[in-house]
């Protein structure tokens, strides 16, 4: 579903990711984890092109994502995006926020749009919130409200930059539920975490990413029994102590 092929980048002469080569299939769930600076936010930005790529290839679902040919905006529509931030657009209401791409991208009737929007937003625990503004809202609230935005544009790939990592301890369970019954249902998804917990239970394979590049991949089981690599093996141990 999404293939990443010799991806260079840099920013200036600094350069941040270092032949990025990873294959995500079809409802797989990718943690990508790592110190600050590794890169994994940038990686993540180059997967719908919020970031540009200087040389390699991405493409999702067979969509060429930095070809010039390619109409990004709509290639976008396939790929939900999460940020740490939630980013809700703070003068709409939740469902309004839920139901604007849907309506002026998709081209939804606003009967459709706000019908698929309060079924998404109740089973996301938001049923008494549709006409809620952002700021009434809590961290874990507002960030459940933009899952339910991504997830309004139907969307065969979600990726999530550290979507817990803004909120109070006790609304992370909230946040990591929904995004593990996404899992459940077979969503391809590429979550960059620091819940180690949570990247061992509901992902197939756990990308490390140190200085630019991906040093191991491996199944949840194999990486956090048996890392092969120091900057690993560090890395756990630093996480696991703190
Ligand atoms: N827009 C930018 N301009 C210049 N340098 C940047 C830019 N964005 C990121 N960088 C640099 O690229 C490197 C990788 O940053 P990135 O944000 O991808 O790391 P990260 O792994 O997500 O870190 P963190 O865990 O702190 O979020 C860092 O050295 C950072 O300073
Ligand atoms: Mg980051």
Redesign the pocket.
Known sequence: MISIKNVNKS??D?H?LTDISLEVPKSNVVA?I????????????TINAL?TIDTGSITVNDIAIHDKKTNINKARTNIGFVFQNFNLYPFLSVLDNVTIAPIKIKGQSKAEAEKRAKELLTSLGLGEKFDAFPNRLSGGQQQRVAIARALAMDPEVMLF??PTSALDPEMVKEVLDAIRALAKQGMTMVV?T?EMGFAKEICDDIVF?AD?KIVEVAPPDVFFTNPTTDRAKDFLAAVLNH
């Open positions: 920013f200036g600094h941040v990508l790592g110190p600050s600076g590794a890169g994994k936010s940038t990686l993540i930005r970031e930059d550290e960059v620091h990413m630019g």
